[in-house]
């Protein structure tokens, strides 16, 4: 339990320390990309672009990304086999690793929808009088039992496991803050608009 609040506290704490300006956060050179068996992945796996997403689901640039630019994502680069997107937690609080646990706990095809469906809904739940009780109600919209939400939201190996993911981020792509997109092992940081980062697609697609 205290080393799980230290690395929750090094990763807020990175977040906060990250240089942004105006919301936008150079790119990193491209380094070598590893798909985990556990990975959570839309889109199919011999697309040319593999983007790797580091989200806080109680993050509201986040939900900014999944809300306004990751839609139109799915409907072209996704949808046409273009690109891959791989979901990873990223948590910057309790909360939001405890969300992150839940969401672990739905599989399949409905992992996606329901990663939407927090952030969202994210006001509603994230900031309710009693955060985790809202979480439930949104757990069951996805078709979790009270039982297994219970089980999944204190699964304390679970939540070590997304923690050393997010820790594995950190040391090898020196993710700091989130949203943070790892395009074919480039790293770019921020909620960015479907324009901006459709031009970053093409550009790598293209090899430059």
Not at 149 to 165: G, N, P, Q, T, Y
Request: charged share 25%; net charge neutral; aromatic share 8%.
């Amino acid at each position: 339990m205290k080393r799980r609040q230290i690395l929750l506290s090094s990763l807020a704490i990175a977040a906060l320390a990250t240089p942004l300006v105006g919301g936008i956060a150079r790119p990193a050179q491209a380094q070598s990309v590893e798909i985990f068996p556990d990975d959570r992945i839309l889109g199919a796996a011999e697309a040319p672009l593999t983007i790797i997403e580091y989200s806080s689901l109680t993050c509201p640039h986040c939900a900014a990304l999944h809300k306004e630019a990751l839609p139109r994502i799915k409907e072209t680069w996704i949808a046409e086999g273009r690109a891959r997107l791989v979901y990873r937690h990223y948590p910057l609080d309790g909360l939001a690793l405890r969300a992150a646990a839940v969401a672990n706990c739905i599989e399949g095809e409905r992992f996606f929808p329901f990663v939407d469906l927090l952030f969202e809904n994210q006001q509603r739940w994230a900031r309710a009088a009693d955060p985790v009780q809202a979480l439930g109600q949104m757990a069951r919209l996805a078709g979790l039992s009270q039982g297994r939400f219970d089980a999944c939201v204190s699964d304390e190996a679970e939540m070590d496991k997304i923690l050393r993911r997010a820790e594995h981020g950190g040391k090898t792509f020196n993710v700091e803050s989130t949203p943070t997109l790892i395009v074919n092992g480039r790293k770019f940081e921020g909620a960015r608009s479907f324009e901006e980062l459709d031009k970053i697609f093409t550009k790598i697609a293209a090899g430059s």
